[in-house]
Structure formats: structure tokens, C-alpha cells
């Protein structure tokens, strides 16, 4: 694991770049309006932006110019979590400003979405077109009787169309919800019943790995299934009609009306996202249009250095979050870029090449499809013309320290490289890319600003250079405001404050080393924990898979009924490899001699595949609970696994098991 020796950086930023970032330029402005320290750089900023909280909030308001139509009473009414009451009495409105750039006759003309699918090819939607569809499409769903809090869903791949719709549905006060059409009916429905949408926005079907995929009958059960849905738009992406009784979206955007913003108070619902809802209904979380607005402009505007000029692609589904996030990308002025389709098609340099068509500035990934780029022997700078890449970032999981040596060796030498953590729940990061600080191999440059993290011991003592539960002690302006169905407020208090009352809890392993620096070693409710000796699932795989026969692997601890424990390793191999005496030696030498020798696995069982959630994230509860005898449909919600049968492997080995005990 990561030293806290401090060892040299990967990567420093040269004084010329960190001069240009715009977090320096907000640093010295803030120390003259606001009195942060003008000295010191990003940490000297970061312990005032936690210890002055109301201050620095109130100063990224006032540096991206946000426009209150009412100013609040105050910054923060109330600090309790949950609960934390910000700009009490303020309005305003997410999209007015997410379309601000179209008011600039400069810019009005530019491209603010490019949007590609499998073949490659971009086109551009301008910020005044974008903004002409999104007055067109708000005057329409207000002449359907949409209406402030009132839900609006869509099932949508990741096109223009679906920005357009959110934006639209933020511009009338109403509240937008969205799956991928690669979700199923059961798991579309485990989610938008729970809001009871009044209109529905859906495809005809997708393009995916070169194929087309139909989703005309899974659109007909939502409609029967969704009995609030007052209208459903049809997109023909795939060419068919309309259904009986659908609206056209052409029908719905042909207008050239001026956008009219509904006024909302600062905590007023912007949008509903979903927990992966593996073991039970996915938790239905509420975020707030000033909310988002705030952190969203601190993350994108300082932290990401996004502005006019720059291109922002993050590979992204509309089922999560970090789809969200990408169309907050409008806010700073940058130009959006939308890929629909699989993430390695034709090859696993696809995203690479869209990169390069598209000019992008910041490249967002998964963890996961850098560690496969580099499995697969794929060449980035070699093949494709990359010097508009200013940045990769990296989220879903933790980025293995040979991921980022793979990214210095086969991108850029001068490459900024940015893995970030945060989640679904707050729609951002708690910790990640810092423009003007190093980079370590293996470890997150450091807290976000506003966000007080700490590593916590059981007793919440704050730890440095050891594991400990991650925790933010001071509330951010986009967590949620609740969760939807809870009347009482007792499923949020039990998923974030139960374990310490008044902190947020987020349920990962994370150490802060004394450079200020962040390593995330995985799920805390997933812990390996032999012999006293805490470990993070992540750590294991990071290991395991610099194999080249691993394809992916899982790892579960289990407490045993007779006081033992039984940590099996299961692997995923490489076409070609066989679990062989070699292989399960050199498995357990790698995890004894870079790890712990306490954490070899008691058995490596070859795996058909590894089960993930819909969003990419291996699952390690359910497959706990299925190895404990829980049966299926009660260890897991079949609609939030990828691929159900992979499951069904795991429940067999536990009749085996139990069967060989009895």
C-alpha cells in the first residue's frame, strides 16, 4: 500500500499551470474580498474553506456569480446533520444558469453538447439551440400541467435530447428522474414507482456493442405500469412511429419560445437519484437545485480548472450520477461532450479515439476501463492524437497505483491525473483532483474544499496514516435534502448518522496521509477482518489483478457459526488461463508478500464472471449473504444486478458448503 513517506510525486504541476488554475485565482480574490489566507496555497485554503464554512460558501456564490432572483437570510441557518438549512429564503434556478453561456453573442453560436455514438462521427448542438429546445420543451410540459415538485422521467440514452429534457424540467421547477435503456422494466420500475412520475421520456431502443437494441415492449410496461404518467415523448432513436397516444419530441421542440425559469427556493428537489439498491429497493435520493448548483460550481469550476474553452467528456450512463455531474459541465461555460455506446467498441482504445475526435480537455473514466486498457495492450498517445487532454480522471473505484503509472507511461508524462471519490448520495466528490498540487501514485491529492474529511476510528478519534471510516464532520450543500418515501427522515439518519450521530458516515475505508493526500481501500461494510487486521477489499484486487490471467476477482470474508472465518478468493480468468497449482501460488505469494500474509485467501474458486451492479460496481454484500445460506431473492434485488445468473453460481457453491458441513 501507499507510504505516507511522502515519496516523490508522479506528477507536479509547473508554476506556469498553477498560476493559470482558476482555484489560485479564486484564492487571491477570495483573500481580498474574504479574508482566506493568501498564502499557503490549496491547504492553507482548504482548512479555511472547512473553518469558515458560511464564508467560503458565500464566496463561491459570489465568485461564479450566482444569481439569487431573492437573496438568502443567511448562508447556514442550521449546521445539524441531517437537516443543515442553507440560504434559508433564497430562489433561484439550476437551468437558467446552466444555459447562462447562450446570453454571450460571442459564444451564443458555439458548441455547447457534441454528441457521438459508435460510429464516431460528432455533432453539435450550440448553446442558442440548446437553449432555444429547452424553452420550447418547458412551455410544453407547462401546457400539459406539469408544475413545480411535480416528477418528470426519462428513459434515455446519453443524448442531447436527455440534457435538453432535464434542463427543460429544472427550467419549469419540476423534478427529473432518469434510467439507461439498458436497464430492464423491473429495475426502471423499482425506481420511478417510488416517485410516481407525470411524464415519460423514452427511447425506442439503443445502439450498443454494434447491435441494436428494441425497447418498444419494455416502454409499453412502463406506461401500464406507471399509472401517474399523464404524457410519454417518444424519441425514435432506432426509426419507429410513436405509439398510440405518445407525443413526438420533434412536436415538443420546434418552438422558438424565450426559456421561462420558475424561481425556487434554494432547497427545492432538482433531481431524484438511486442507490444501486442491491439488497432492497434502491434509496430514491433527493438533491437540491441550489444545492447542486453551489457544489457543483465549486467541483467543475475550481477543482476540475473547466471553463470557456475546454471540453469535458466523462463516459457515463444516464443512470448515474456522474451523468448528472458531466451536464453540470454547462454551468462553467464548457463545452459537454455525450458518447451513446459501449465503452470498447470497436476496440478498448475506443474512448481514446473519442477523445481525440472531440478535443477533449478533461477525460473522465472508470478505474476499471484504464486497468483494461492497460491489460489489453493498448497504446493511447501512440495511436491517437491526445494533446488536448489536459487531465484523466478516474471514479467507480479506486485507480490501482500501476493504473496511474500505465496513464504517466502511455498518455503523457505531463498528464494530470486525477482519481476522485464521492458518490451517488452527495452527486459529488469528497475527495480528488487538485489542480496546483502533485500527484502520488496510488493516492487522491487531497479533500475537496468545504468538505471536512476525516478518517475515523470506531470511537471517532481522527486518524492520519491509518484505516479509518471515512467521514465529512461538516455538511456540504448537496447532500440530500432527504430521501423520497421517508416521511420521518429515518432511512437517511440510518444510512448516513447511525454509527456517529451528527457525522456522515459514508461507508468506505479511506487512510489521509500526512501530506494530505487520500487512499480509498474500498467498502467498510465489505471489510476483510481476519485476526483483528482490517483490510479493504480494494487492496486485495489491486494486487490480484496485475496478474495477466486475472481478468477481474472477487474477495468475501465470512464469520463463520463455529467462531471461524472463511475468506474465499474468486477469480475471473483471461481467456486462455487455467486456475493451475502455478497460478494459485503465485496468487497467494502476491498477496503474502505486497499485502498481508493474515489476508491469503482459504480457497481461489474459478468464477464464471463476477456479478457488478447496474452502474459497474463489483457486489460483495449479496454475494456475503447468498454464501451464508441467505436465499436468493432475499440476499439481492434481482433488478440491480447485471447479470443474475452470475449470482446463481455463488448460491450453488453455499448448498455445497452447507450440504459438506452437514
Known amino acids: 500500500m501507499t507510504s505516507s513517506a511522502n515519496p516523490a510525486p508522479l506528477w507536479q504541476p509547473d508554476a506556469d499551470r498553477i498560476a493559470a488554475a482558476r482555484i489560485t485565482r479564486f484564492q487571491a480574490w477570495a483573500a481580498d474580498r474574504y ?85 464516431h462521427t460528432p455533432a453539435a448542438v450550440s448553446w442558442a439551440e440548446l437553449r432555444r429546445q429547452v424553452g420550447s420543451l418547458a ?66 431502443g439503443y445502439r450498443y456493442g454494434g447491435k441494436e437494441h428494441d425497447r418498444v415492449d419494455v416502454v409499453a410496461e412502463l406506461r401500464r405500469e406507471l399509472p401517474t404518467l399523464r404524457a410519454v415523448v417518444h424519441i425514435p432513436l432506432l426509426g419507429s412511429p410513436a405509439p398510440e397516444g405518445a407525443l413526438e419530441w420533434s412536436a415538443l421542440t420546434a418552438g422558438d419560445v424565450e426559456p421561462d425559469f420558475e424561481q425556487v427556493p434554494f432547497e427545492h428537489p432538482l433531481w431524484v437519484l438511486y442507490s444501486s439498491g442491491t439488497t432492497g429497493l434502491p434509496k430514491a435520493i433527493v438533491q437540491s437545485q441550489g444545492g447542486i448548483l453551489l457544489e457543483h460550481f465549486k467541483q467543475l469550476g475550481l477543482h476540475c480548472d473547466l471553463g470557456p474553452g475546454d471540453r469535458f467528456f466523462w463516459y457515463t450512463s444516464t443512470g448515474w450520477m456522474m451523468w448528472n455531474f458531466l451536464v453540470s459541465g454547462l454551468l462553467t461555460g464548457t463545452t459537454v461532450v455525450l458518447y451513446d455506446g459501449s465503452p470498447g467498441h470497436p476496440d478498448t482504445g475506443a474512448q481514446w479515439a473519442i477523445a481525440e475526435r472531440t478535443g477533449t480537455t478533461l477525460f473522465g473514466t ?22 488536448t487532454v489536459r487531465c484523466v480522471a478516474t471514479t467507480g473505484s479506486p485507480l490501482p497505483p500501476d493504473g496511474f503509472r500505465w496513464l504517466h507511461d502511455e498518455v503523457r508524462e505531463d498528464l494530470w491525473i486525477a ?38 476510528d470506531p470511537h471517532g478519534k481522527p486518524l492520519v496514516g491509518e484505516v479509518g471510516e471515512l467521514v465529512v464532520t461538516n455538511p456540504m450543500p448537496s447532500m440530500p435534502i432527504r430521501f423520497w418515501n421517508d416521511p420521518d427522515g429515518s432511512r437517511y439518519r440510518d444510512s448516513y448518522f447511525e ?25 467498510s461494510d465489505s471489510t476483510l477482518n481476519r485476526q483483528g487486521v482490517r483490510m479493504g477489499s480494494a487492496d486485495i484486487y489491486e494486487v490480484v489483478e496485475r496478474l495477466p490471467e486475472i481478468k477481474e476477482s472477487l474477495v468475501i470474508g465470512l464469520e463463520e457459526p463455529d467462531g471461524g472465518y472463511w475468506m474465499p478468493l474468486f477469480v475471473h480468468l483471461a ?21 498481508s500474509p493474515r489476508h491469503v485467501p482459504d480457497e481461489i ?41 452470475l449470482l446463481r453460481f455463488y448460491e450453488h457453491l453455499a448448498r455445497e458448503r452447507a450440504a459438506g458441513r452437514g
Not at 452502474?615 to 445460506?629: A, D, H, M, N, W
Open 139 to 204: 412551455a410544453e410540459l407547462r401546457a400539459l400541467g406539469v408544475r413545480p415538485g411535480d416528477r418528470v422521467s426519462g428513459y434515455l440514452p446519453n443524448i442531447p435530447q436527455a440534457v435538453t429534457a432535464l434542463l427543460a424540467t429544472a427550467a419549469v421547477g419540476a423534478t427529473w428522474t432518469s434510467c439507461a435503456p439498458d436497464f430492464g422494466a423491473r429495475s426502471v420500475l423499482d425506481r420511478f414507482q417510488q416517485v410516481e412520475p407525470v411524464v415519460l421520456f423514452t427511447v425506442d
Open 499 to 523: 454509527m456517529f450521530p451528527g457525522v456522515w458516515r459514508h461507508g468506505d475505508w479511506i487512510t489521509i496521509t500526512d501530506h494530505g493526500s487520500v487512499v480509498i481501500h474500498g467498502r
Open 35 to 119: 479574508g482566506a489566507p493568501a498564502e499557503g496555497g490549496y491547504p492553507a485554503l482548504h482548512r479555511w474553506s472547512v473553518d469558515r464554512l458560511e464564508t467560503f460558501w458565500q464566496a463561491v456564490a459570489d465568485w461564479f456569480d450566482v444569481r439569487f432572483s431573492t437573496p438568502g437570510e443567511r448562508v447556514l441557518a442550521d449546521r445539524g446533520m441531517p437537516g443543515a438549512r442553507w440560504f434559508p429564503g433564497a430562489t433561484l434556478n439550476y437551468a437558467e444558469h446552466a444555459l447562462r453561456t447562450a446570453e454571450d453573442p460571442a459564444r451564443a453560436h458555439e458548441p455547447a453538447l457534441v454528441h457521438l455514438d459508435e460510429t
Open 366 to 387: 472508470s478505474a476499471a476501463y484504464v486497468m483494461a486498457c492497460r491489460k489489453a495492450g493498448v497504446h493511447p498517445a501512440r495511436d491517437h492524437d491526445l494533446t
Open 419 to 456: 482519481s476522485v471519490s464521492g458518490g451517488t448520495d452527495v452527486c459529488s466528490c469528497f475527495a480528488g483532483a487538485v489542480p496546483t498540487l502533485p500527484v502520488h501514485i496510488g493516492e487522491l491529492q487531497a479533500a475537496c474544499l468545504g468538505t471536512d474529511l476525516q478518517s475515523w
Open 575 to 595: 481467456p486462455g488461463a487455467a486456475l493451475d497449482d502455478d497460478l494459485r501460488s503465485r496468487i497467494k505469494r502476491a498477496i503474502r508478500e505486497q499485502l
Open 605 to 645: 474458486i474459478e468464477v464464471p464472471g463476477v456479478p457488478h451492479t447496474l452502474t459497474g460496481k463489483r457486489i460483495e454484500v449479496p454475494v456475503k449473504r447468498l454464501l451464508q445460506g441467505t436465499a436468493l431473492t432475499k440476499a439481492v434485488n434481482p433488478g440491480s444486478v447485471d447479470d443474475l445468473e
